[in-house]
């Protein structure tokens, strides 16, 4: 339970106190009113003993009584209406309420932290009312009247006479048949006469000389002079006079306004008595045992009186006394005409009064009583009942044991002997003396249960336990199962809820003293039922409080009985308990994912805040309800959105003023919130596809991200000259959650800016969003200010400022309709529209919330709630959310990852420029497929669509090699596609069939095709005219593509770059971007492969020839309708070296290859004439075209010579950067490796043409396209497309550190041996008569040849050496004659022929290549002496002439 301002013992010692009566006569009842009080109101507070008092037990040891407190009241006759009654407790209840501002207790249980107030004001109230009013019973004697207080006036003509007449009427009352109420202790009254006199307005002597009458009539010890009023209400008082009865008073005169509201009386007539009753379930039968009087309503009393006829007020009197102590109580001040020393008179009129009068009174009564039953005690058992028997002639001793266990079916008469014990009980209890008062208590219960009289049983039972508890010094402990059964009497067997509601109420606060928390909340709950709401929530609340008071705090228990109890204060119409236990034990289930509970709870408690009127409380209630993951059926979900928005209506008048208020539903990812800054994308139209630039329907990828940023770096550096400016930020068109948005976006004036706002409609019924719109504030820019100078005020499209036209700043779109699904994530896109320059703040989202039409008819309306509020669709409530993005977690520095720091966000924060050009891009006949290495023309169309001019248009791409805008010569470039045969992309010349496979040989420089320089190859310069695209203007350019080498899906990223005219401070350029999506089907591979020739040429050769040989594969397997591949032409392109001509043509020139087909073909190759001669830093390519159909493509001229620089050096540059330049210390050793490796370098470049022939549709095409090999090496294989290479095995890590030895670099046996060409010159048969001639000797011409562009010295050995036996049997049986070494020196080129003599001695076929040549660099001290082997055996035929 919860704490009481009363210990226990104060509690059960004011609970039980001496009743005395009081009879006023009308002229002292009026002089008590002129203090707004009656004369029992006006003694109350002063019916507490200030000082101890004695009395003499039966066994004449002194009793000290300690702080005894008597109670005074009215006689009432009339037994008092249950519904009256009822009517009184709970509006006691419903006036006490938590004081506001009272900090309540912090409980720490485990994880709670729980506010909860310590003390139950209303409680305690409810408990002093009940005790008040509780009725006086027969089977006890502890509320009836010891006394009655007699009062007259001292201005009455005959005060004496007075005094007789209302002595009589009380023995009429007392002792007449007419009158069962009130009940009285003792035949012989205590009867005290009291002489009330007016001070200021009466005679004191008059008054002194009435009170010696008394005296000598009534004795000292009957009678008193209480002299009040000693000063008018007019009088202004020096001192404050305290008011002790207001606490008494006022909270009466609260209770009751409501039932005096019409004047009339508030007793309930007979026949609206049962429909009253009625209300709170009771049986009727129980209406006489729950009887009560109206002691502690004055009010009630004084009515009640009228219907008893004794204090001759008539109706209409009564009425207005009823109002005017209503109004005494409503703030007016009570006791205004008495002082201090009225107060003090009154006090000691009370001490007198008890301690002369009613003390001495219940010390004689009780020891004539205890005279009574110590006479007694001598007779036997069985004389004992027979004078029972004879005392009680109403009694039935036939009855059957149910019949006796029936509370109507025993009545003893009031002079048993069982009753004469009780009454001497009670009278003990009352006056503290509680070992007497248990053994009296104990006595009766034995003889009561005897006689199975159980309504006495049980008061004795609970009286007993009572006395047992209060005794001092607790010689036994607390009887609790005394208590227990008297309970189950009460409840069970009378029937009798009021009084096992007294018994409960005792028994639970002594347990609480205790300790004994568990027992007190079992018994508390043991007494919930369904006939008395109020009464069950009280104890059910004070239950959890037992709870919440354990040593080991049970919190769940706790919060589930306020839960119950809230319920039942609910049932009894006690709104604002039952919102407050609602809300206490809403702490414990909140955020612990009981979400039926939590639902539950706010649901209740949204309703009673709206009850009571309170709007903001319920609508955050409702509010909770919604924003949490439910799991409540569809229907319940829309009931609760109704009543959410009914109430929210309320809360919120919506005047265009107010703010608007922010609404809970739906719930939006504000992280998820994307910004597009620009026009949407335009769909393609027929042959025209618009570039796909940037859009909200892309979904984000890091790495292309990655790519854009690259490329728009890159080419603003090239256009910077090498540099990225300071103040450089990358073009975001599209900013999210994972874009970079640390930095003020730039938007564009009369360019919109979309806002992508991620919505979650967590309810299972769908939600209506109706105008729904962006909220923003605006400031201009600084130049716009106004003629004071200062900035402009923030403009914004808030409610408050709707008077100003906002429209010619920012234009809003606005969407009418948005309805979202159940449980379904939807995106809206809302755009804004700026007009003037400035920054731009993107609050958050405005909108109407509603419900759709078919949610309406699941459920009714709300029972608390007005009928026809909620209409299917009529609830519409506009409201805002705002757009709140929390920036990325900072952990840079080390304060940032110590502590919690985010960064800002500033997508919705962009700021407006002033206008900027905007360029489209267009592509005509942009292919989807192609061909590996296909050729496709097509076009571009640059439009300006803005109102600005632009400049500087330049595209940039990490695949240069797909695609060119032709050279920079246009004599270099097709005119259109029409100008050849079969509308070829290529520059065509027809020839003449019968030439056959000629040359043609032009030359070309790759700065004429943008590439080599200085320049970045992947940015490429788009020709304009005059370099400037006017506003509105558009221009069409040829595009040249080829299919990447590699099969497969290709995206290709382009971006056009362009600036404005004007240059402007914030933004400096735009970029559009692109992405082309290639799919590419097999075609052609070509491996190529170089030798040199062992034919020495003529002088004018220099340097001699070599062989390629070209092997192409058709790896088509007729996909994409491809019939055959014909090679229509092979170029070559070099620096060095040109195609001579083809060494095996064959006799159809053009080749064909259907699928899976090869073909292998090999050209003589032969160095430049100007080669030799020119500079090495020239740049200019010969091309070499061998022509095997009837027309010469010119390979250096576009689109051929575009892509071959395009592929060819790209791929050179990426594979070796150049190198730094040579230190000037660096050692010759190097150089000497330099001239050994460009011996056997070729630089070669192979151009492969081709044309294909594909069906579709029906149609025959031609496709034409080209394939590059570049030969670096002699001897090494070249191919068109990469190898896919295998993944390499994986190996175990090796932790080791490398030795810093220097590595001496060495050429390779390979490079060596191409130093010294060697070339033998001899008879391919010589006959000799070797029967004339033994030996035969033939002369042998050894050629060499330098190959590299240094002196070589040469070393030429004969000597045979043998390595292998298959070596003696070629060579063995021959030999050189002669000089068998020689040594010589080779300038640079030069050809040297030497003489030899080959000896044989019979016939045969042999091999001639036996001489060994060894070649150094003449000018290196190093040697690096290698074999130069000839290329191929020669042989030799000797035969017998």
Known sequence: MAQCLLSVHEFLQDSFIPQVAAMCSEEADKLSRKNQLSFCELVR????????????????????????????????????????????????????????????????????????????????????????????SDHEFLNHYLACMLVVSSHEPEPVEQ??????????????????????????????????????????????????????????????????????????????????????????????????????????SNKNLEHVISVDGLEHSMKEALSNNFKA?????????????????????????????????????????????????IRQFIQEFTIRGLLPHIEKTIRQLNDQLISRKGLSRSLFSATKKWFSGSKVPEKSIAELKNTSGLLYPPEAPELQIR?????????????????????????????????????????????????PGAPRPYPAHYMDTAIQTYRDICKNMVLAERCVLLSSEILKSQAKYSDAAALLIRLTSEDSDLRSALLLEQAAHCFINMKNPMVRKF???????????????????????????MQVYKGKGWSLAEDHINFTIGRQSYTLHQLENAASAFRHILINDSKQPASQQGAFLREYLYVYKNVCPQSPESPLPQLPLPYINSSATRVFFGHDRRPAEGEKQAATHVSLDQEYDGESSQQWKELEELVVSVVNRGVLPPNFQTTQYCLGSNSDNSKFPLAVVQEPITVEVSFKNPLKVPLLLTDLSLLWKFQPSEIIQNSVGEPKEPITNDLSTKGKCVSDVIGTEEISEFLINSEETKIARLKLFPFQSGELHILGIVYNLSTT??????????????????????????????????????????????????????????????????????????????????????????VNVSNCPLTGLRVVSKRPEFFTFGSNTAALTPLSPAASMNCSAYKTVVTDSTSGCTMLTSSAAPVDFGVGGESQPEVIDIPLTDSVLAPGASVQLPLWLRGPDEEGVHEINFVFYYESLEKQLRMRHRVLRHTAVICTSKSLNVRASVSRSNTLEDEESKGGNMLVFVDVENMNTSEAGVKEFHIVQVSSSSKN?????????????????????????????????????????????????????????????????????????????????????????????????????????????????????????????????????????????????????????????????????????????????????????????????????????????????????????????????????????IHGSFTWLGQTQYKSQLKSHQVFSLQLQACFIHTGIYNLGTPRVFAKLANQVTLFETNQQSSMPALIVINNA
């Open 45 to 136: 507070p002063f019916c507490r003993l200030s000082t101890e008092v004695h009395m003499r037990d039966p066994s004449n040891q002194l009793h000290v009584i300690k702080n005894l407190k008597i109670a005074v009241n009215n006689i009432v006759t009339q037994v008092p209406q249950q519904a009256v009654i009822r009517k009184l407790l709970n509006d006691v209840v419903s006036a006490s309420q938590p004081a506001e501002g009272l900090v309540p207790n912090v409980i720490t249980a485990g994880d709670y932290d729980l506010n909860i107030s310590a003390t139950t004001a209303w409680f305690e109230s409810y408990r002093e009312t009940f005790f008040q009013c509780m009725p006086a």
């Open 163 to 268: 005094f007789l007449k209302l002595s009589q009427e009380q023995h009429r009352i007392q002792h007449s048949n007419d009158y069962s109420y009130p009940k009285w202790f003792t035949p012989n009254t205590l009867k005290y006469y009291v002489l009330l006199h007016d001070v200021s307005g009466g005679d004191e002597q008059r008054a002194d000389s009435i009170y010696e009458d008394m005296i000598q009539r009534y004795g000292t010890q009957g009678c008193y002079l209480l002299k009040i009023n000693s000063r008018t209400s007019g009088e202004v008082a020096d001192e404050q006079i305290p008011d002790p009865w207001s606490q008494y008073v006022q909270k009466n005169s609260i209770q009751n306004q409501e039932s005096f509201e019409d004047g009339t009386s508030p007793v309930v």
């Open 297 to 345: 309503h004055p009010l009630q009393l004084d009515q009640l009186n009228d219907f008893s006829g004794c204090d001759g007020l008539d109706n209409s009197k009564s009425v207005g006394l009823v109002n005017e102590t209503k109004k005494s109580g409503c703030g007016t001040p009570h006791g205004t005409c008495l002082t201090l020393t009225d107060h003090d008179r």
């Open 423 to 471: 009454k001497m009980a009670d009278l003990c209890f009352l006056v503290q003396h509680y070992d007497l008062a248990y053994s009296c208590y104990h006595t009766a219960k034995k003889d009561f249960l005897s006689d199975q009289a159980m309504l006495y049983a049980a008061g004795s039972l609970e009286m007993a336990a009572v006395s047992a508890f209060l005794q």
């Open 559 to 585: 919060a589930f009985h306020m839960i119950l109890a809230g319920h039942r204060f609910n049932k009894a119409g006690q709104k604002k308990h039952a919102l407050r236990c609602y809300c206490q034990s």
């Open 853 to 942: 039409p078919y949610i309406g008819t699941v459920d009714g309306p709300a029972s608390s709630l007005p009928a026809g509020k909620f209409t299917s669709n009529g609830v519409s409530v506009r409201g805002r959310q705002d757009l709140e993005i929390q920036g990325p977690r900072l952990n840079s520095t080390k304060e940032e990852k110590t502590s919690i720091q985010y960064g800002p966000d500033r997508r919705l924060d962009p700021i407006i420029v002033p206008q900027m050009p905007l360029l489209e891009v267009y592509f005509i006949n942009f292919p989807t497929g192609l061909l590996c290495g296909e050729i496709r023309k097509a076009h571009v169309e640059f």
């Open 1137 to 1369: 070296w040109k195609l001579q001509k083809s060494v095996n043509p064959t006799k159809n020139k053009d080749t064909k290859l259907t699928s899976r087909e090869r073909v292998k073909m090999c050209f003589k190759a032969v160095r430049c004439k100007s080669s030799l001669d020119a500079e090495p830093s020239s740049e200019r390519y010969t091309f070499g075209d061998i022509i095997l159909g009837n027309e010469q493509i010119i390979s250096s001229t576009t689109p051929c010579a575009d892509f071959f620089f395009r592929s060819s050096l790209s791929t050179q540059c990426k594979k070796s950067p150049p190198a730094a330049t040579a230190a000037s210390g660096k050692s010759t050793h190097d150089e000497a490796v330099r001239l050994i490796q460009k011996c056997s370098e070729v630089n070669l470049n192979i151009i492969v043409l081709w044309k294909a022939y594909v069906v579709e549709d029906n149609k025959q095409l031609i496709l034409e396209g080209q394939h590059h090999v570049t030969l670096h090496t002699v001897g090494m294989e070249a191919l068109s497309s990469p190898q896919k290479q295998e993944q390499p095995e994986m190996v175990l890590l090796k932790f080791n550190r490398p030795e810093s030895t220097a590595v001496t670099t060495k050429p390779s046996t390979e490079q060596l041996s191409n130093l010294i060409k060697t070339s033998l010159h001899y008879p391919e048969s010589f006959s000799h008569p070797f029967h004339q001639k033994s030996l035969c000797i033939v002369p042998v011409t050894l050629v060499l040849s330098n190959s590299s562009q240094a002196d070589v010295d040469v070393i030429v050995d004969l000597r045979h050496k043998t390595t292998s036996p298959e070596s003696l049997e």
